[in-house]
């Protein structure tokens, strides 16, 4: 428990003084005593945590055919800026890659991806972080990917909003190619 305004708790000695000093105000009996300490303990504004220290940052790789390129180039450098940018030793970083599966716990050292590649299912990887999401603490998710997700993202955003989870995406882009047109 912390206050958010502990600067009323002065009163207490203020009004211990006053009782003392003032005999005929009778604040040593229990009800006013108890009514004048449960007054300024409200006007401290107690604050009670439900929630635990540090956060739980899930990072979505698209290790699709289409996005399989980009991250292949930049993959280590993320995980390294991500790595040192952690607040505190109680953050928590996950990483999921996925496609057409999704592999929750995937071999870091090889960064490699197992499974098919033919499809983008960034809905099935999101709600495998929902379901991984820790409730007791707080949770954010961060997506790599091209944009391209092969099946639709309907109702995500409201199971997102939901369980307080923010989702943050870095939009993976290739070398720029011209494209050209016949009419």
């Known amino acids: 428990m912390k206050f ?5 708790l002065i009163l207490l000695p203020f009004l211990a003084i006053a ?3 003032f005999r005929r105000l009778e604040l ?4 006013r005593a108890a009514g004048l300490l449960l007054l300024v303990l409200t006007l401290a504004d107690p604050q009670f945590r439900r929630i635990a220290d540090g956060m739980d940052l899930w990072v979505l790789v698209d290790r ?20 040192r940018s952690r607040p505190s030793s109680a953050d928590r970083l996950n990483f999921v890659d996925y496609a057409a599966e999704v592999v ?12 098919d590649r033919t499809l983008t299912r960034t809905s099935l990887a999101l709600q495998d972080v929902l379901a991984l999401a820790d ?3 707080h949770s ?6 091209d944009g391209y997700s092969t099946e639709p993202l309907t109702g995500i955003a409201e199971k997102l909003q ?6 943050d995406y870095r939009l993976l882009r290739g070398g720029e190619t011209v494209d050209y047109r016949v009419a």
């Open 64 to 83: 699709s055919a289409s996005a399989e390129e980009m991250v292949a180039r930049d993959f280590e450098e993320w995980k390294r800026l991500l790595e």
């Open 19 to 21: 009782g003392w000093y």
């Open 135 to 137: 409730r007791k603490r």
């Open 140 to 145: 954010r998710v961060l997506a790599f990917t």
């Open 4 to 8: 958010a305004a502990p600067q009323f």
């Open 104 to 115: 929750s716990k995937p071999n870091v050292e090889t960064a490699s991806f197992p499974g």
């Open 28 to 31: 040593w009996k229990p009800l």
């Open 162 to 167: 939901e369980m307080g989870i923010p989702l």
